[in-house]
């Protein structure tokens, strides 16, 4: 079954995206929460959670530094 990400995902997303092209790194959950207007770090977590199931994002260790766009 193929899911269509949620707008708050794509925001999540374009977010990560900038992030990474200005500082090399993924953001932290408190980052992403401040760049999407989430106040709750296990929101994020849970949007974070849903995209890596999706494919839409990786990381290669278990910070959310380490975030990757696409599986």
């Not at 790194?25 to 929101?43: K, Y």
């Not at 290669?60 to 696409?70: D, E, I, Q, Y």
């Amino acid at each position: 079954m193929n899911e269509v990400p949620a707008e708050r995902q794509v925001q999540i997303l374009r977010a990560i995206r900038s992030w990474i092209a200005e500082h090399g790194e993924g953001p932290s959950l408190r980052q992403i929460g401040d760049l999407v207007g989430l106040s709750s770090t296990a929101s994020v977590a849970y949007q974070l959670a849903r995209m890596e199931e999706l494919g839409m994002i990786s990381r290669s260790a278990r910070r959310w530094h380490s975030v990757r766009l696409g599986g």
